[in-house]
């Protein structure tokens, strides 16, 4: 998807136009509150997935922009044991909601892809040193 800027409202006194980039940051921002989210991945093109380090917001997503309406796509890793369903449903209302609540575009799709599943690393158990030794 291509990101084009839009004449988004002409009034009195000029023309309010929202940068398709404060689009992406949004969307991003929305996409990892979702719980199961372990971060953004590069995306299409990118192909290295990065865990969620908040140094480029809008890591991830893409969005075609109109007049009016937005069409967004964001490439998530989730965290290992979630239900992959249940996490891009919630990705998919919180980033409508959040577009449409602060920029009054109509957000017409919300697409979802899953590029890779994070598990956590194995916590190390402290033994005593003496423990488990033959003598």
């Given at each position: 998807?291509?990101?084009?800027?839009?004449?988004?409202?002409k009034?009195?006194?000029?023309?309010?136009q929202?940068?398709?980039?404060?689009?992406?940051?949004?969307?991003?921002?929305?996409?990892?509150?979702v719980?199961?989210?372990?971060?953004?991945?590069?995306?299409?093109?990118?192909?290295?997935?990065e865990?969620?380090?908040?140094?480029?917001?809008?890591?991830?997503?893409?969005?075609?922009?109109?007049?009016?309406?937005?069409?967004v796509?964001?490439?998530?890793?989730?965290?290992?044991?979630?239900?992959?369903p249940?996490?891009?449903?919630?990705?998919?209302?919180n980033?409508?909601?959040?577009?449409?609540?602060?920029?009054?575009l109509?957000?017409v799709?919300?697409?979802?892809?899953?590029?890779?599943?994070?598990f956590?690393?194995?916590e190390?158990?402290?033994?005593?040193?003496?423990?488990?030794?033959?003598?």
């Amino acid at each position: 998807m291509s990101t084009i800027a839009a004449d988004y409202e002409k009034t009195e006194i000029g023309t309010i136009q929202i940068a398709p980039e404060v689009i992406e940051v949004i969307a991003g921002l929305a996409t990892v509150e979702v719980d199961g989210v372990a971060g953004m991945s590069g995306g299409f093109a990118g192909g290295i997935a990065e865990l969620l380090g908040r140094k480029n917001l809008s890591k991830g997503v893409k969005v075609e922009v109109g007049q009016r309406e937005a069409a967004v796509d964001v490439s998530i890793i989730v965290e290992y044991g979630n239900k992959i369903p249940e996490v891009a449903s919630e990705i998919q209302r919180n980033v409508k909601r959040s577009i449409e609540m602060m920029t009054g575009l109509h957000v017409v799709e919300v697409n979802v892809h899953i590029h890779d599943v994070y598990f956590k690393p194995a916590e190390k158990i402290e033994e005593d040193d003496n423990a488990n030794r033959v003598k």
